[in-house]
């Protein structure tokens, strides 16, 4: 059972940035960040698949970046130009197999880690 931790999150206002990262207890073949806003579903914000191809929500393109640290298993998150929208709480998930754009494929999730982005 693969384990995820998230961490990074906090407090900062529009135009600023934050890293989030997430410590995984192995590899796997998709990686991705997901969040949930106030009163709204989870969606994904971003995945990376095999270490190789990364895809985004239009919401944040241009302004995230996810990547990957092989050698410390560790999943990163940099969200730059931060808007109050972004507010949410946010997971990193992890999938064995299957589409990385599919949020179903995902089998493994972090604990979540808050963004509070005020104007």
């Known amino acids: 059972q693969m384990k995820l931790v998230a961490s990074g999150g906090g407090s900062v206002q529009a135009g600023e940035s934050l890293r989030l990262s997430c410590t995984a207890s192995?590899?796997?073949?998709?990686a991705g960040w997901f969040r949930q806003r106030p009163g709204q579903e989870r969606e994904r914000v971003a995945a990376?698949?095999?270490?190789?191809?990364?895809t985004y929500a239009d919401s944040v393109k241009g302004r995230f970046t996810i990547s990957q640290d092989n050698a410390k298993n560790t999943l990163y998150l940099q969200m730059n130009s931060l808007k109050p929208e972004d507010t949410a709480m946010y997971y990193c998930?992890?999938?064995?197999?299957?589409?990385?754009?599919?949020?179903?494929?995902?089998?493994?999730w972090g604990q979540g880690t808050q963004v509070t982005v005020s104007s």
């Open positions: 998930a992890a999938a064995d197999g299957g589409s990385c754009r599919n949020e179903g494929s995902y089998r493994y």
């Open positions: 192995g590899s796997t073949y998709c």
């Open positions: 990376l698949e095999n270490d190789t191809s990364t």
